[in-house]
């Protein structure tokens, strides 16, 4: 279960990598492309990501 639960945080930053950049305009070719948006919430779920991998790791299991 402890595995799951840190793949999922790593996807989390991942994705919300990928959201903040295209948000800021350094991916182009998608709709989210300079789209303010995506530059605010692509931190908030990497963030999220982060705090799920440090939960996941402490936990015993």
């Known amino acids: 279960m402890r595995a799951l639960l840190v793949a999922l945080g790593?996807?989390?930053?991942?994705?919300?990598?990928?959201?903040?950049?295209?948000?800021?305009?350094?991916l182009e070719g998608s709709p989210m492309t300079d789209q303010s948006i995506w530059a605010v919430l692509g931190p908030l779920l990497a963030g999220l990501g982060v705090g799920l991998v440090i939960v996941a790791a402490r936990r015993r299991g």
Request: cysteine-free.
């Open 10 to 26: 790593v996807a989390m930053v991942l994705v919300g990598a990928v959201w903040t950049f295209q948000g800021l305009g350094y």
